[in-house]
């Protein structure tokens, strides 16, 4: 029997982004990692089945079921923007596979000063494909900007690292295993907010729910990378942790000893364990809907919504999806704007926490 397909959003969500759960299933969903192994041809039939859904005019027997497994393909592989098929390192259904193996070997190799450097240096190089690939296709930012962020990005890991290495060397091994976090918060503190600077310089377009540009706010670029931050903090925060913890037990038994070897590969297994959460949950740790008061616009910007709206406004709404700001649209009375982050979510200097705690909602 065929599907019933009037009325079917291939862009809607399947799940509730209201709620936690929801938006950890949507994540999970589109960063599965399996979708790295699916064929180009494959991949092209999903960006067909996707686009005929859209302009209605899908096969006759199209199941439900198809179209949604072609969204799933489409999502994980195709630019949001461009709709251009992404490299697949830079993919969001690759951080599981990449960030696996850069975590584990960081955790593993930490204590000499070529192996912190060297793979330091790999996980930033990875994290520079990845925002790039997922980049804004309106941005602004050019490739001396990304440039810069990359190289800043990966000083401020290796000297975190390093130096902390040399201040750790008479503290507890445990301590020493846990500065490889360290840097890579560092860095992510550093790399978000250069990579997306001119959010914070120029603001972001701000919309109403009639799609009329109200303006730019530069308070609202600075919720959004903050929560990105602390997004990716927290992907790789419970592996970084106590993977440390658990290796530091491991590795006295007297049989893991003897196969030494195994540590790094077994290391690799255990962070992906953690990432096969974690990148999900990270994903979804903000909703997509996040509130914030109009009061907390730039005084010139609640003028001019005030000037414009036959209603007084209370709140915005900012959405968060993947990666980067992208655009601004609103809900009667009130504005709302897209995130797009890039992957796992790695706490925050002290001008982050200020942002966000700034963003907190008044009555």
Not at 100 to 125: D, E, K
Not at 199 to 227: F, M, P, Y
Not at 277 to 292: T, Y
């Amino acid at each position: 029997m065929e599907a019933d397909l009037t009325g079917f959003n291939i862009d809607a969500p399947r799940w509730d982004q209201r709620t936690f759960l929801g938006r950890v299933k949507h994540f999970l969903n589109i960063t599965d990692p399996r979708t790295v192994f699916v064929s180009e041809q494959e991949l092209d039939w999903a960006k067909v089945m996707v686009e005929k859904s859209r302009m209605g005019v899908v096969p006759p027997g199209t199941q439900v079921e198809q179209l949604l497994y072609a969204k799933k393909l489409y999502d994980s592989a195709f630019h949001p923007d461009t709709g251009e098929k992404m490299n697949v390192i830079g993919r969001m259904s690759f951080q599981l596979p990449g960030g696996m193996i850069i975590t584990g070997f960081m955790l593993q190799f930490y204590r000499t000063m070529p192996a912190v450097i060297f793979w330091q240096w790999v996980n930033q190089s990875f994290n520079a494909l990845v925002n790039y690939t997922n980049r804004n296709a309106a941005s602004t930012i050019s490739v001396r900007q990304m440039t810069l962020s990359y190289f800043t990005a990966t000083t401020t890991a290796v000297a975190t690292a390093v130096g902390m290495n040399m201040l750790t060397k008479k503290a507890p091994p445990l301590v020493g295993r846990w500065v490889p976090f360290a840097a890579v918060a560092a860095a992510n503190c550093v790399n978000i907010p250069m990579m997306r600077q001119q959010e914070l310089i120029q603001g972001i377009c701000v919309k109403d729910r009639n799609e009329n540009e109200i303006g730019h706010s530069r308070r609202a670029a600075a919720i959004g990378i903050t929560q990105v931050v602390i997004s990716r903090i927290t992907m790789s925060a419970p592996g970084m942790i106590l993977l440390p913890v658990v290796m530091e037990r491991l590795e006295k038994l007297h049989f893991m000893q003897k196969v030494k070897v195994l540590h790094a590969p077994l290391q690799v297994m255990l962070c992906g364990y953690f990432l096969i959460f974690m990148v999900p949950v990270a994903c979804g740790l903000f909703p997509q809907k996040c509130e914030l008061p109009v009061s907390y616009l730039e005084p010139e910007l609640q003028d001019t919504i005030k000037a414009n709206s036959s209603s007084l406004l209370d709140f915005l709404f900012s959405y968060r999806q993947l990666l980067f700001w992208k655009y601004l649209e609103g809900a009667p009375g009130y504005l709302s704007g897209i995130i797009y982050f890039p992957t796992p979510l790695r706490t925050t200097i002290p001008l982050f926490l200020f942002f966000f705690c700034c963003g907190k909602l008044e009555n």
